[in-house]
């Protein structure tokens, strides 16, 4: 099964995502802040990162530019869950390299509907 | 050790415990254990019924001695003198009884009201009784042991107290 | 996989949205002091996350009220509204209402009131606009077409970003009936192909009843990384790249009740750190090691092996005492979590008495038991209000003191040895004399104040009666008469003493025990019984002659204790307990000191010193007076522990009556 990294710094969010996908089977990591998923990305290989956007220590944003660097994190989906359903905020998050987003909020329904559009 | 007749109906299991040549069951649900009578630590401005307080397994649990706590003689305690554990909203407390003696499966349509007279004991303590062949088992309705409302009613007491004090 | 409750992350979502209140609260205490740009992204990121939460978990009112106070702190964090007073004014009260929403969502109730709706209208007209009712979806909705013709061509870099064509030719199939044609004529020559870019383009042709934005938002995200033209099938004409309507997600929020969750966490949590919880795995693994040591005995015993024994057995009792003191402290946490709530008293107080007070807080870090923390809140709230309230001066009044126009609080926390000491220090007036005196005389506490010390005079400010305040106990303990902060601290197992210079200031000291589970202690024989009298309350044993005991009327008896007569508690009498010494010559007399008092107790004498594990008598049975737990002593017998105070207290009602 499908290798997924969940960063939030809210515990409950990353609670609820963790908790849905690992119901549906996925392998699960969880990550604080931008930074602990960088260490964790480094570490492992996942098959899609999802993040929110507004974290301490490093937010979303400079962490989607760090792990396109990463040779390995080339090509992998990395969506952004996010509160901001403004534009601008979208095309930063594509500019910084995401591969999409998911508009909080979002219900365990609509984000496995996500997860399965991106792994197929 | 069980003996039990069953019609197919509700049944509840019992443990019996002897008291002044009496037998009474309780509800085997509420027993947590059975121990042989050790001594306890006397607790001060405690009624007579409450021997003191033992230690289960960390817990501090008063113990009440049955004969006392229904008005009848004080006896010596002896080899088969035990204590009952049991729960009751979640308290622990042990009640000491002359010996253990059974497990019984009485279904609720055997059990009948307690008369008024004919028993050594309060009824307010009990919820029942049922007859095995010759023998006649009084049900302990436990919650009524411990009487919560008694030890409530010393609490508000005394917090009374306090709080006068304090606003005095 | 709709069986996934949302209610099971409420408390989690409650817990951690109180603490990003709590840091908000702080960031703009902070703010409003001069601070910096990051507590206002501090600030954001937490009504973002209380915002995103409150969506997610179904609490829309709560999420619409955080919407409005996040606009203006978006415009705070852009620079387009600069931060003032006023606007510090308004986010502390959102805060005070989120709190409140979030006691409401606890307990299942409407989230909503006017208060918080009042709050909400001036945050959006703060934000430039008033709240419209949620009107419904506007799309523009094109008519559904028999069909499309799509022009897709990604840009080189697209496949890089994540998102791979075929999961989009997948999602239109799901559309309609494709037919689909690749394009090759963008592809460069093998050699100079890199694999990891997309030089292919597609024309589809998609029949079925999709709309336009169905279509779109298949392509939602690559918009930017990619050239395409979306036509109805039959006016293919000139693809023009179509700019992609932002589609809209309704918000499909769930209404769970939160009555689930609320109630069921009466028992209390503590966060624990993971180096906490390291150091014991490391401890057990000690011990296991240990244990195995001490297994090769059970086997055979040697006695030229004893010096092995001891050795395990020091061990043993070595690592025990750690694991103990490691166990107790994850109990503990440090007093910042109720020094937190001091920033916002003292700015509120002073704003409202139009004094000026710099606020110091020193030794948040210092760590005490989570019980006695949880108790200590309301006292020390009292005693800083009092010392605004009565010990700082106004501003004027200070100048002409020849002070600074700014009084400073000083709150310190610290530990002496097995106690933590919180001091509570104002650089205000000092304690008035003549005005303690006046109303102890008018209150009758006492006759004269001739000879009285100046310390004996202060002490009366604990005197039950002596504040005039209605006991109505509101939060912030006003009301509430000093006896009560001292009772309160007594109950805890600690003290309160005071320091006060005219003119100089005053020093209330805290002193209290490290930890409600484990006090130190000396176990006393009284008759065939043992009792446990917590060594933090013995002044002194003193063996007595009989004559230098004096009977008084009624009953008492007194002793001269240094240059004071102090009454003599019997405990044998008090409790009850049989067998036990009667003369006074044949036991001996413990002096033990409450803040109420000192008494001297009578026993027939001492066993040892010992740490007691406290353990509530009252969690089976029911308080008794004069008791204040039970312990369990080494051969596994039950040992009752003396509650001083209240033996103190005891014996002064048998006095008064």
Known sequence: ?120 | MSQSFSDGTAATQYLTVNLADEEYGIDILAVREIRGWTPVTRIPQAPGYVLGVLNLRGAIVPVLDLRLRFGLTREEYSGTTVTVIITVASRLFGIVVDAVSDVLDVEQNHVRPVPDMGTAVDTEYLKGLTSIGERMVLLLDADKLLQPQDAQMLDAALNAVDDVKAVA | MSTVSLAQFHQVFFEESLEGLDAMEAALLALDQGGDAELVHLIFRAAHSIKGGAATFGFPDMAAFTHEAESLLDELRDGRRATDGAIVELLLRTVDCLRGMFDRAQTGQPLANAQSDELRQQLAATVGRSVVAPAGKTIDKSTAQSGWVIQFQPHPGMLAGGNDPLRLLRELAELGQLTVEAQLDRLPALDALDPSECHLGWRIELIGAATREAIVAVFEWVEGECDLSIEPLAQVATAQPSNIVEAVAAPAVQNVAAKAVAGSNDAGSVRVGIDKIDGLIDLVGELVITQAMLDQFREEFDPSRIALLQHGLAQLARHTRTLQESVMGIRMLPIGSVFNRFPRLVRDLTQKLGKLVKLEMIGEHTELDKTVLEKIGDPLVHLVRNAIDHGLEMPEKRRAAGKNETGTLRLEAFHRGGSIVVEIVDDGAGLNRDAIVAKALQKGLIQSADGLSDETVNELIFQPGFSTAATTTDLSGRGVGMDVVRRNVTDLGGSVAIKSRPGAGTTFTITLPLTLAIIDGLSAAVGEECYIVPLVSIVESVQLRADAVRSVVGGGELFRFRDEYLPIVRLHEQFGCPGAKQQIEDGLVIVVEADTGRVGLFIDGLIGQQQAVVKSLEANYRRVEGISGATILADGSVALIIDVAGLVRMQSRRKAA
């Open chain 1, 1 to 120: 099964m499908a290798k997924i990294l969940a960063v939030d710094d809210s515990a409950s969010m990353r609670g609820m995502v963790a908790f849905t996908l690992r119901s549906a089977g996925y392998e699960v990591s969880e990550a604080e802040n931008g930074q602990l998923a960088l260490d964790a990305a480094r570490g492992a290989r996942f098959d899609l990162v999802l993040a929110d956007v507004n974290m301490p220590v490093m937010d979303g944003l400079s962490m989607v530019r760090e792990l396109r660097v990463l040779p390995e994190y080339k090509g992998v989906p990395i969506l952004m869950l996010t509160t901001e359903s403004n534009t601008e905020k979208k095309m930063e998050g594509k500019a910084a390299g995401a591969t999409g987003w998911l508009v909080k909020p979002f219900d365990p329904e609509q984000l496995l509907a996500t997860v399965r559009r991106v792994l197929g």
